[in-house]
C-alpha cells in the first residue's frame, strides 16, 4: 500500500523564491551552488524558509556588487544575513552588510580547509558576527579544534541539520522478499575497481541480498552521476529529472520514489552530516548505518535506528530482520519518527530560533551561548528550558494557578499542538511591548 500510494505534489521553483526587496532572510553561497551541500544550504534552505513564512533568498556570490544589491531605498533592516562556509574577506563589506541586518550568522556546515582563510584567520571580520550555526555538536567540536580563532570569537553556536527531503513514507517494513534489493544511499568515491569494500559489504548481507553498492557518486562528479542514476532507475529522460529537481524537494521526490524500490538501505561512510540518513529514515525503509558519532546523537539512544560497528554486526542486524515483520515495523516505525526531528517544519524553526524570531523552548535545539564564564573559564551552566514552570509562568504561558494561558494571551512562545504551531513574536521591552502573531497550520504530510 505504501508503494502504490500517489507521490506528493511537489511545488514550482518560482513560488518559492521571492524578489529580493520582499525577503527578510539572505543566504550567501560564497563560492556558489555546484556542490550538493552548498546548494541544498543555500537554494533549498531559503525555499524552505520562505514556504514557512520567513521569505528569504539564496545568492549565490559574495561579491561587493552582489552584496551592495541588499541595500533596498526605504527598506527596514532584514531580520538575517548568513554565510555558507566561507565570510568576505574585506572588512569594509562586512560592515556595510552588519548595517542592514539585525543577525549575522556564518553556516560553517563542515568548513572544509580550502574555505577557511576568512572563517578561521579573521578574528577582527568574525567579530561582527552573533554567532554561528554548525551540523551538530559532533562538527563543532572538530571545527573548533581546527579553527581556534572561530571558536574563540564565535558568541553562540546553533545546531542546525539539514532537513530531509523524502516526501512520503513508502514502506513500513512489513515486505521481505526471498532476494530482497538493498542500496548503498550514500555518495561516495570508491572505484568499483576497489573491490575489497564493495566485496565484503556483500558478504556481510549475505548471498540471498541483491546489493548495489556504487551506483551513486561524490564529489565533483556527483551532479552527473546522480542525474544518470535517476534516469535509470525511474526511466525517465535526463531533462525530466532536471526539471523535477528544479523544484522545492523535487530531488527528494525522485529519491522517494527510487528509495521505493528498496527493501533495505545502507549507510556505510562516516559523515558528519546526518540528511542521508535521515533521508533513508524517512521512507520506512528499514536502515542499517555504520556507527559513528554524528549518527548516535542522531538516534538519541532508540534502540531500533540499527547502528553496527562492524560486518559481523551488519550480518548478525540483517538475519534479525529477515526473522521478524515485527521488528521491521519496530525498525520502520523509529526511522520515521527521528526522522520528524528532521522535517521542513522542524528544520525551519531552528532557524528562525537561531535569527531570534522564535523564543528558544525545546532544551534539545537550545544554543550554546558564551555568554558569562566561571573562575577556571568553563561556560556556565545553560538556563533551564523554556518549558519549565517557573520560566512559563514568568513568560506569560501559565497563569497565576499554574493552568496554561489561552494561545492569544502568550508571549515570546512557539508551540505545535499537533495541527497548528502560533508564534508569539514580542518586539521590545517592558511596557513597549507589541506583539505579532504568525500561524502555520500542518496538514497531512505538509505544512503551510
Not at 539585525?102 to 561582527?128: I, V, W, Y
Amino acid at each position: 500500500q505504501f508503494r502504490a500510494a500517489p507521490a506528493a505534489a511537489v511545488s514550482n521553483r518560482s513560488a518559492f523564491e521571492p524578489p529580493l526587496e520582499r525577503a527578510r532572510v539572505v543566504i550567501a553561497a560564497c563560492h556558489g551552488l555546484n556542490l550538493g551541500g552548498p546548494r541544498h544550504r543555500c537554494l533549498e534552505t531559503a525555499r524552505a524558509l520562505t514556504a514557512h513564512d520567513l521569505p528569504a533568498v539564496c545568492i549565490p556570490s559574495c561579491s561587493a556588487a552582489t552584496l551592495s544589491r541588499l541595500r533596498q531605498p526605504g527598506q527596514e533592516r532584514l531580520d538575517g544575513i548568513i554565510f555558507i562556509k566561507q565570510i568576505p574577506s574585506s572588512i569594509h563589506l562586512i560592515k556595510t552588510v552588519r548595517s542592514l541586518t539585525r543577525r549575522l550568522l556564518l553556516d560553517t556546515m563542515d568548513l572544509n580547509p580550502l574555505f577557511q582563510a576568512a572563517s578561521c584567520n579573521g578574528e577582527s571580520l568574525l567579530r561582527h558576527f552573533d554567532g554561528a550555526i554548525a551540523l551538530s555538536r559532533i562538527a563543532w567540536q572538530q571545527i573548533s579544534a581546527s579553527c581556534p580563532v572561530l571558536a574563540n570569537t564565535t558568541r553562540e553556536v546553533h545546531y542546525i541539520e539539514h532537513f530531509h527531503s523524502v516526501t512520503r513514507r513508502v514502506s513500513d517494513g512489513s515486505l521481505w522478499p526471498a532476494r530482497p534489493q538493498a542500496l548503498m544511499v550514500m555518495e561516495h568515491r570508491v572505484l568499483p575497481t576497489a573491490r575489497s569494500f564493495c566485496v565484503n559489504l556483500s558478504k556481510a548481507l549475505g548471498p540471498e541480498v541483491d546489493f548495489s553498492c556504487n551506483p551513486l557518486w561524490g564529489g565533483m562528479a556527483a551532479p552527473s552521476s546522480r542525474l544518470g542514476f535517476l534516469s535509470q532507475a525511474l526511466k525517465m529522460s535526463g531533462g525530466e529529472v532536471q526539471a523535477r529537481m528544479a523544484a522545492f524537494l523535487g530531488t527528494g521526490d525522485l529519491f522517494t520514489r527510487v528509495f521505493a524500490q528498496y527493501d533495505l538501505l545502507i549507510q556505510w561512510f562516516h559523515s558528519n552530516a546526518a540528511q542521508r540518513l535521515t533521508n533513508a529514515l524517512a521512507t520506512g525503509v528499514p536502515v542499517i548505518a555504520l556507527w559513528t558519532p554524528t549518527f548516535e546523537e542522531v538516534a538519541a539512544g532508540d534502540p531500533h535506528i540499527l547502528l553496527v560497528h562492524n560486518y559481523s554486526e551488519l550480518t548478525a542486524t540483517v538475519r534479525a530482520l529477515a526473522a521478524s515483520a515485527a521488528f521491521r515495523r519496530r525498525v520502520s516505525d523509529a526511522g520515521v519518527a527521528v526522522a520528524d526531528r528532521f522535517s521542513v517544519g522542524q528544520i525551519a524553526l531552528q532557524y528562525k530560533e537561531a535569527l531570534g524570531l522564535c523564543a528558544r523552548h525545546d532544551e534539545n535545539r537550545s544554543a550554546e551561548r558564551g555568554g558569562p564564564k566561571a573562575s577556571n573559564n568553563t561556560p556556565l551552566p545553560p538556563p533551564r528550558p523554556w518549558r519549565s514552570h517557573r520560566l512559563l509562568a514568568k513568560h506569560g504561558v501559565l497563569d497565576a494557578r499554574g493552568n496554561r494561558k489561552r494561545r492569544e494571551e502568550r508571549r515570546g512562545f512557539c508551540e505545535w499542538n499537533g495541527t497548528a504551531r502560533t508564534t508569539w513574536m514580542t518586539r521590545g521591552t517592558g511596557r513597549g511591548v507589541s506583539l505579532t502573531p504568525h500561524t502555520h497550520v500542518r496538514r497531512g504530510e505538509t505544512e503551510t
